[in-house]
Nanobody, 118 residues
Framework: EVQLVESGGDLVQPGGSLRLSCAAS????????MNWVRQAPGKEREWIAS???????FYSDAVKGRFTVSRDDAKKTLYLHMNNLKTEDTGKYYC????????????WGPGTQVTVSA
């Protein structure tokens, strides 16, 4: 059974930083391209970052230059380091081992809430 458990979200001021974690189990972690996805209030989930099995990173324009995705295959954990946070980064953050449209609804974790506010 696939389990993805996100953590690390918090209330932070604009310009602040956070590190999110995603603990994965139920699949061979180091064989999967991993993604971070977020959902702002009232909006659809959007892809923001990925890291492939060779540790190559990909970012959406909205977060490029501010966020860094990394992975520890030995710990089966995905990370998202977020710097210079903006109010528009507010939302619930999820990790995914498939594209958004390929994830089974039962595979989504609980997400972790990030709120950027003064």
């Amino acid at each position: 059974e696939v389990q993805l458990v996100e953590s690390g979200g918090d209330l932070v001021q604009p310009g602040g930083s956070l590190r999110l974690s995603c603990a994965a189990s139920g699949f061979i972690f180091d064989m999967y391209h991993m993604n971070w996805v977020r959902q702002a209030p009232g909006k659809e989930r959007e892809w923001i970052a990925s890291i492939n099995t060779g540790h190559r990173q990909f970012y959406s324009d909205a977060v490029k230059g501010r966020f860094t995705v990394s992975r520890d295959d030995a710990k089966k954990t995905l990370y998202l380091h977020m710097n210079n946070l903006k109010t528009e980064d507010t939302g619930k953050y999820y990790c995914a081992h498939r594209r958004i449209d390929k994830m089974d609804p039962s595979e989504w974790g609980p997400g972790t809430q990030v709120t950027v506010s003064a």
